[in-house]
C-alpha cells in the first residue's frame, strides 16, 4: 500500500507572499497525484492531478505542482495567496495496482493572514 | 454537474444507536467510498464498494458496516454508536480503473453523545 507524507500540519503565510505544501508518497511505480482542498464545514474538491506527461501541472485558483518521480514528490505552490486559500489541503496518491483506491496525507492546513 | 449527496450535514445520536448515513451519486459511477475525517489523521477508509451487493473493507472497518443494494446509493450503517465515532464522515465515488478523480459529498458531522 502508498503511504503519502505531508510533513507541515499547518502553515501560515502572509497574504500576497508565496506558498509551498510538502508532499511524499512512498512508491515510485507508476502513480497518479493530486490535491485536494477543503473549505470549512464542505468536502473535498479537486485542485490538481498529475497522470503523466508534463511534471508540471496547473489547477485552479492559480495553484500548480510539479511531480518528481526520483524524489517521490509532488509539491504545491503559489506564488501569491489569498485570504481565500485559506483552506485544508489534502495530497493524494493512487496506483496501477490498487486501482480505485486513493491514500491521502494528514492534510496541511493553510491560513493566510492579512 | 457531477453531485454527491449526503443525507445529512449534521448527525447528534446517543450512544449505543444504530445509526445510517447515506450517500447518493448521479454520475453512474461503479466505485463508491466512505471515509472519516478526525484532526491530525487526514481521511482514513473504512469500506469501499466496487460495484452493486459488493463490498470490501478499508483500513478502519471495525464497528461499521456498508449496504449498496442500488448503483447510485452506498450506506454506511453503525451498528451501536459510540463516542469514538464521533467525528465527520464524507461519501466519494469514482468511476473504474484508471481512477482520475474522487468526488466528494460534503460530509456528515456526527456527533455521538
Known amino acids: 500500500a502508498q503511504s503519502v507524507t505531508q510533513l507541515d500540519s499547518q502553515v501560515p503565510v502572509f497574504e500576497e507572499a508565496p506558498v509551498e505544501l510538502r508532499c511524499n508518497y512512498s512508491?515510485?511505480?507508476?502513480?497518479?497525484l493530486f490535491w485536494y482542498v477543503q473549505y470549512p464545514n464542505q468536502g473535498l474538491q479537486l485542485l490538481l492531478k498529475?497522470?503523466?506527461?508534463?511534471?508540471l501541472v496547473k489547477g485552479i485558483n492559480g495553484f500548480e505542482a510539479e511531480f518528481n518521480k526520483s524524489q517521490t514528490s509532488f509539491h504545491l505552490r503559489k506564488p501569491s495567496v489569498h485570504i481565500s486559500d485559506t483552506a485544508e489541503y489534502f495530497c493524494?496518491?493512487?496506483?496501477?495496482?490498487?486501482?480505485?483506491?486513493?491514500?491521502f496525507g494528514t492534510g496541511t492546513s493553510l491560513t493566510v493572514i492579512p | 454537474d457531477v453531485k454527491v449527496t449526503q443525507s445529512s450535514r449534521y448527525l447528534v445520536k446517543r450512544t449505543g444507536e444504530k445509526v445510517f448515513l447515506e450517500c447518493v451519486q448521479d454520475?453512474?459511477?461503479?466505485?463508491m467510498f466512505w471515509y472519516r475525517q478526525d484532526p491530525g489523521l487526514g481521511l482514513r477508509l473504512i469500506y469501499f464498494?466496487?460495484?452493486?451487493?459488493?463490498?470490501e473493507k478499508g483500513d478502519i472497518p471495525e464497528g461499521y458496516s456498508v449496504s449498496r443494494e442500488k448503483k447510485e446509493r452506498f450506506s454506511l450503517i453503525l451498528e451501536s454508536a459510540s463516542t469514538n465515532q464521533t467525528s465527520m464522515y464524507l461519501c466519494?465515488?469514482?468511476?473504474?480503473?484508471?481512477?482520475?478523480?474522487?468526488?466528494f459529498g460534503p460530509g456528515t458531522r456526527l456527533t455521538v453523545t
Open positions: 466519494a465515488s469514482t468511476s473504474s480503473v484508471p481512477s482520475y478523480e474522487q468526488y
Open positions: 512508491s515510485s511505480v507508476s502513480v497518479y
Open positions: 498529475y497522470l503523466s506527461g508534463s511534471t
Open positions: 493524494a496518491v493512487s496506483d496501477l495496482f490498487t486501482g480505485n483506491q486513493f491514500y
Open positions: 454520475m453512474d459511477h461503479e466505485n
Open positions: 464498494s466496487y460495484d452493486v451487493k459488493m463490498k
